[in-house]
């Protein structure tokens, strides 16, 4: 199966997640946002998304959630993972992501992956290789 990973990263703490997800999924193809586009979504079957809490726990709004949006309806039948960094609050915005992803259709692997602050490496490793298994 081909696993794709698409992040948005503003202080480099998820751009870590995501690079260590990457490293424990093994062969994996690695976007960010901003280099991504709806042509990615149809070649992968598994695909990861990461993004931060941002402002009133919401998924940041200049590029990743009009992205996000514009894909959303193309992922029924896709493998999908939620992964995330944020500095205060209690998880909502990655609850809201998840419920999202669960109407789409798509397979939920797990509850959406945060990380307060820095990353904790290890745990993103282990995270990357459990959905490379999904």
Avoid: H
């Avoid at 990615?40 to 598994?46: A, E, H, N, S, V």
């Avoid at 944020?86 to 609850?95: A, K, L, N, P, V």
Wanted: glycine share 12%; net charge negative; proline share 2%.
């Amino acid at each position: 199966m081909s696993m794709a990973i698409i992040y948005w990263s503003g202080t480099g703490n998820t751009e870590k997640m995501a690079n260590a997800i990457a490293k424990g999924a093994g062969s994996t193809d690695i976007f960010s946002v901003d280099k991504a586009d709806m042509s990615i979504i149809g070649k992968y079957d598994k695909l990861a998304f990461g993004c931060p809490s941002m402002g009133a726990e919401v998924l940041e709004e200049e590029s990743f959630e009009p992205f996000f949006a514009s894909i959303e309806g193309s992922l029924s039948d896709k493998k999908v993972a939620l992964f995330g960094s944020y500095g205060w609050g209690d998880g909502e915005w990655m609850r809201d992501w998840q419920e999202r992803v669960n109407n789409t259709g798509a397979s939920l692997f797990v509850e959406g992956f945060i990380q307060q602050e820095a990353p904790d490496e290890t745990a993103c490793e282990e995270f990357g290789s459990k959905f490379a298994a999904f």
